[in-house]
């Protein structure tokens, strides 16, 4: 069956799956993750290959979740049609667990026999930083952007990865204010493990993944599932789990429902300008993004856009 939102290809020991949306930053809409973990599956029963690559076309890793309507299910080859998300396994939360799913989905990467390098430019936003988080390892370029704003005024992160992969004041930063932070930065504190010039990322990533790839296939799975299981005795599946209801908790919190409206009411990008304007980057880098808005639970008023930051 071909794919309409990816790409895939092998070469020798190597699978190569490419994010394949770039007039959408890569934006991971159900059909396309749907897609992205059927070739995952692909790559792992071809015995001929070793390991597998993930990468993107365009200027962006991903921008995060397809917040846009999705396409009707009957057009997407890779969803569930009852629940128009892509198929988890033995149990299928439904869009109103989005987040239990999110986990159970980016989980199928963690239990692959073979390991997966993620090759990140750009923008890695929200949902593409979990992504990017289930897999073995991570390649960025210096100036990569690593970031979830979502945590702004929607919903906590959906798969809480950071207190696992970040030092504790680093996890509670980003996960507080959903700052992006650079590529050498990720480097530095542990998330990734090099970071390279753009023009370098690809060659890096396809030079990193061969030398891997001349270990015999079992003795990466046997590797790979030594250091999960580690990971897994400490209790990594369990608090991803846990936090997937603290999320829930979050998205039905009173002052949640300003940003569904802001997006029924004033559009798409109307809702991130307010989301992300008072931060001044992302969409709030914007002229027309508010500079300043009401802070939810408050009774501070919304004042206009002229402040200065």
């Known amino acids: ?151 702004r005024a929607m919903t906590t992160m959906d798969m809480m990865w950071t207190p696992w992969h970040l030092p504790p004041c680093k996890a509670r930063e980003f996960a507080y204010v959903g700052d992006s932070f650079s590529g050498d930065d990720m480097v530095q504190l542990g998330w990734a493990n090099y970071a390279v010039e753009q023009d370098d990322l690809a060659d890096f990533t396809e030079k990193f993944a061969r030398r891997m790839s001349h270990v015999d296939n079992e003795m990466l799975m046997y590797s790979k599932r030594a250091v999960n299981r580690q990971y897994e005795t400490m209790g990594i599946r369990e608090a991803l789990h846990s936090g997937t209801e603290i999320q829930a908790l979050s998205a039905a919190r009173a002052a949640g429902a300003e940003w569904g409206r802001r997006v029924r009411e004033d559009g798409l990008k109307s809702a991130l300008e307010w989301r992300d304007g008072p931060f001044r980057d992302f969409r709030g880098a914007y002229d027309s993004a508010p500079k300043d808005r009401a802070v939810a639970g408050t009774t501070r008023e919304e004042k206009g856009g002229s402040g200065d930051y």
């Not at 394949?20 to 934006?27: G, M, V």
């Not at 897609?35 to 962006?60: K, N, P, S, W």
């Open 1 to 151: 069956m071909g794919y309409s939102d990816i790409l895939y290809e092998t070469d020798g020991r190597l699978a190569f799956i490419t994010l394949n949306r770039p007039e959408k930053l890569n934006a991971l809409s159900n059909n396309l993750r749907g897609e992205l973990m059927d070739a995952m599956r692909e790559a792992e029963h071809d015995d001929e290959v070793g390991v597998i690559v993930l990468r993107a076309q365009g200027r962006a890793f991903s921008a995060g979740y397809d917040l846009t309507p999705s396409r009707a299910a009957d057009d997407d080859n890779f969803v569930n049609k009852r629940s128009h998300l892509p198929e988890t396994g033995t149990t299928h939360p439904g869009a109103n667990q989005w987040a239990r799913h999110v986990v159970m989905t980016n989980w199928t990467i963690w239990e692959l026999a073979k390991p997966v390098v993620a090759a990140i430019q750009g923008h890695c936003l929200a949902g593409g930083t979990e992504l990017a988080t289930a897999c073995d390892f991570r390649i960025v370029t210096h100036d990569a952007k690593i970031g979830y704003p979502p945590v």
